[in-house]
């Protein structure tokens, strides 16, 4: 049968390695080898791979022990198992501590033999679940919050994945709301310090020199107010990620800090004297174009460098074709289950309303404008009517527009806000034109110019 698992018996005495053939191989596939040399090539090329080694520990050549430590090395998830001459256990004991998964005591006991073997073969095949479950657990946390399919967030995901197990800086660059904090938790997530703390500070909140002590600590007695020692934000990361959001504000004395931390990995708490010396990985995130900063003299380049070794770039949301409908059904399907409600869908046309306006809050406006509309529906279903009446009387996006994240022109705002003021007035062009402070005749050439053909109200 292919199935069976695979043993390969390594021992230089014919006697011991026919005696184990013949007790295993009605059970198993037995491969048998004369030499650690031989059994190193055997288990290359092993095909399915080994699952149970049985080695003697002395051997011409190359010795049982440098055997299980090479075995260790190429082929991890074949379970070692030794044998030993009676009376050399300590050597055994030696070599469980180097990875062998456990010993026999020649001459060998062939119940006992059964009965390890049975053990290390249900080890190894949990051994293998955990390890499937744990990366499942890692997709799950890392990457599930995060939803797209368009070609730029696929970029994003690349990116993650391929950055996430290094140690490499890595700076976000994305407008408000596009999901720079989610992309920096799935990054820790990801990575080996995933177990190690992740610590935020936004950058922006606090006075420069809060900040200063915020990341850094103070000594007692540095300042006035700094009743007791404290630690920073440095110290209370050691082992995880820190994340700096909204880098850009950061004002330049503690931009050369900063820079410090991130070259030689320590740094002196404010007031104090004692170097500290911290294991972190940084994530930087910022709303602004940092390039620009640095071209005006007000970001450091040789820091912007240090953060920006992997660069992560979110686009506005309006410019993720196909992302809206999967953002609004994941949105819609938490706050349901947040709010209590059914609602079973979104109608095509509200789809379209939704999927057409501009968001200039990115994702956080959408979801929580989905919010707003789960918790004030009266269907099953969201329709055009539970679309919010700003985004109802805007104007669609431009499909393909220019591709950085700026304002529409002067003439798309014009008629965006001419458009809104008509609705709320319900078409009445008189009061509209009252409300947007012109005349009613130069309402109607706009509006003319715009293609609305609507009733004119009445005199
Ligand atoms: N791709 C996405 N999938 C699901 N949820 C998202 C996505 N992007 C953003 N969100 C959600 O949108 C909200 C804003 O995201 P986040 O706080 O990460 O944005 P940000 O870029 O850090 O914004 P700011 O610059 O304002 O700090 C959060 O509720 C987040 O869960
Ligand atoms: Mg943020």
């Given at each position: 049968m292919a199935d069976k698992p695979v043993i390969l018996v390594v021992d230089d005495e014919k006697n011991t390695r026919d005696g184990l053939q013949r007790a295993l191989q009605r059970h198993y596939q037995v491969l048998v080898a004369e030499s650690a040399e031989s059994a190193l090539a055997a288990l290359d090329s092993s095909k399915p791979p080994v699952d149970i080694m049985l080695t003697d520990m002395k051997m011409p050549g190359m010795g049982g022990l440098e055997l299980l430590r090479e075995t260790v090395k190429r082929h991890p998830q074949t379970a070692c198992i030794l044998l030993t001459a009676y009376g050399s256990v300590e050597t055994a004991v030696a070599a469980m501590r180097q990875g062998a998964y456990d010993f026999l005591t020649k001459p060998i006991n062939l119940d006992h033999l059964d009965m390890l073997v049975a053990r290390a073969l249900k080890s190894r095949e949990l051994e293998n679940k955990v390890v499937a479950l744990e990366s499942q657990l890692d997709e799950k946390f890392g990457m599930e919050n995060i939803t797209g399919e368009s070609a730029a967030m696929r970029q994003v995901f690349d990116i993650i994945r391929q950055a996430a197990p290094t140690q490499a800086s890595v700076l976000i660059q994305g407008p408000s709301g596009t999901g720079k904090e989610l992309v920096a938790h799935a990054i820790h997530r990801l990575s080996?310090?995933?177990?190690g703390p992740f610590v935020a500070v936004h950058c922006a909140a606090l006075s420069s020199s809060l900040l200063e002590s915020e990341l850094f600590g103070h000594e007692k007695g540095a300042f006035t107010g700094a009743v007791a020692q404290r630690r920073g934000r440095f110290e209370m990361a050691n082992g995880g990620t820190l994340f700096l959001d909204e880098i850009s504000e950061i004002d330049t004395s503690i931009q050369v800090k900063l820079l410090r931390v991130l070259e030689e990995r320590c740094f002196e708490r404010v007031g104090g004297e004692q170097t500290i010396q911290t294991d972190i990985r940084v994530i930087a995130a910022t709303n602004r174009n940092l390039r620009e900063y640095v071209d005006q003299g007000k970001f450091r380049e040789d820091l912007f460098f240090r953060l920006n070794v992997v660069d992560i770039v979110l686009p506005p949301?309006?410019?993720?074709?196909?992302?809206i409908p999967l953002l609004v059904h994941r949105f819609l399907k938490e706050c349901c289950e947040r709010n209590g409600k059914q609602i079973t869908g979104v109608s095509p046309a509200a789809m379209e309303l939704l999927d057409s306006?501009?968001?200039?809050?990115n994702v956080r406006e959408l979801r929580n404008t989905v919010e707003k509309m789960v918790v004030l529906a009266h269907g099953e279903r969201l329709d055009e009517n539970d679309v919010p009446q700003n985004i109802r009387s805007s104007i669609p996006k431009v499909e393909n527009s220019r591709s950085e994240w700026e304002p529409a022109s002067l003439a798309d705002a014009e008629r965006a806000k001419i458009m809104a003021v008509l609705e709320r007035n319900g078409g009445n062009r008189t009061h509209a034109a009252e409300e947007l402070g012109i005349s009613r005749r130069t309402l109607h050439r706009k509006l003319r110019a715009y293609g609305v053909t609507g009733k004119e109200d009445e005199e």
């Open positions: 080996q310090r995933a177990q949301l309006k410019e993720r074709t196909g992302d306006y501009e968001w200039p809050g």
